[in-house]
Nanobody, 118 residues
Framework: QVQLVESGGGLVQAGGSLRLSCAAS????????MGWYRQPPGKQRELVAS???????NYADSVKGRFTISRDTAKNRVYLQMNSLKPEDNAVYYC????????????WGQGTQVTVSS
């Protein structure tokens, strides 16, 4: 069974911060590279940040320096600290193992909405 539950989104003013959380109830969490994806209104889903089992991170250029991904392996949790938010960050945010997304597995959770007002 697979369960990915995102939380922490909300309405924030431009320049503000939010911290997203992902509870990942998956069997191989400890060995998976986890990613945060987002889907802006009317656009395709994109990978914004990833973190390996060893803690190595990668970021999309659009969020580099503003977002920080982290994980708590013991708790099966992935976090995304978002600072200096911009209107272009408006999207539904999802967590997903990067390999699963690459393979096209449709195990997306409900996501969490981030709305940035100007």
């Amino acid at each position: 069974q697979v369960q990915l539950v995102e939380s922490g989104g909300g309405l924030v003013q431009a320049g503000g911060s939010l911290r997203l959380s992902c509870a990942a109830s998956i069997s191989s969490f400890r060995s998976r590279t986890m990613g945060w994806y987002r889907q802006p209104p009317g656009k395709q889903r994109e990978l914004v940040a990833s973190i390996t089992s060893g803690g190595s991170t990668n970021y999309a250029d659009s969020v580099k320096g503003r977002f920080t991904i982290s994980r708590d392996t013991a708790k099966n949790r992935v976090y995304l600290q978002m600072n200096s938010l911009k209107p272009e960050d408006n999207a539904v945010y999802y967590c997903m193992p990067v390999e699963w997304a690459f393979r096209g597995y449709e195990y997306w959770g409900q996501g969490t909405q981030v709305t940035v007002s100007s």
